[in-house]
């Protein structure tokens, strides 16, 4: 059972930068990947970003939806057992609730892998809210 648990939202105003987190409180070991997700009132929740969970930080992949490709960046430290999303130049329309998945099943990751698979496991969100 993998348990996860994000934190860092807050209010920013627009250019202005936050870093989400997530702990693994449980079940490290049979992570594959962890992922970024938000969903803003009224829309469909959107793919932020993914990152493979094992070896070192160098050889890690990652992945990015086109809206944030630039200004955010998915990065982890196995040893706090986290994952991280530096988000910067941040625009009103970034304003969601933000979540973080992980996923067990391993296998061959892209960028629309990262998008529509089947995560096991969520976070229970934090608010990002982004004035003008």
């Known amino acids: 059972q993998v348990q996860l648990v994000e934190s860092g939202g807050g209010l920013v105003q627009a250019g202005g930068s936050l870093r989400l987190s997530c702990v693994v409180s449980?079940?490290?070991?049979?992570?594959?990947?962890m992922s970024w997700f938000r969903q803003a009132p009224g829309k469909e929740r959107e793919f932020v970003a993914a990152?493979?969970?094992?070896?070192?930080?160098?050889?890690?992949?990652?992945y990015y939806g086109n809206s944030v490709k630039g200004r955010f960046a998915i990065s982890r430290d196995n040893g706090k057992n986290t994952g991280y999303l530096q988000m910067n130049s941040l625009k009103p329309e970034d304003t969601a609730v933000y979540y973080c998945?992980?996923?067990?099943?391993?296998?061959?990751?892209?960028?629309?892998?990262?998008?529509?698979?089947?995560?096991?496991?969520w976070g229970q969100g934090t608010q990002v809210t982004v004035s003008s």
């Open positions: 998945a992980a996923d067990t099943s391993g296998g061959f990751w892209d960028t629309l892998r990262a998008t529509f698979a089947d995560y096991e496991y």
């Open positions: 449980s079940g490290t070991a049979s992570i594959y990947a």
């Open positions: 990152i493979t969970w094992s070896g070192s930080m160098i050889t890690s992949e990652t």
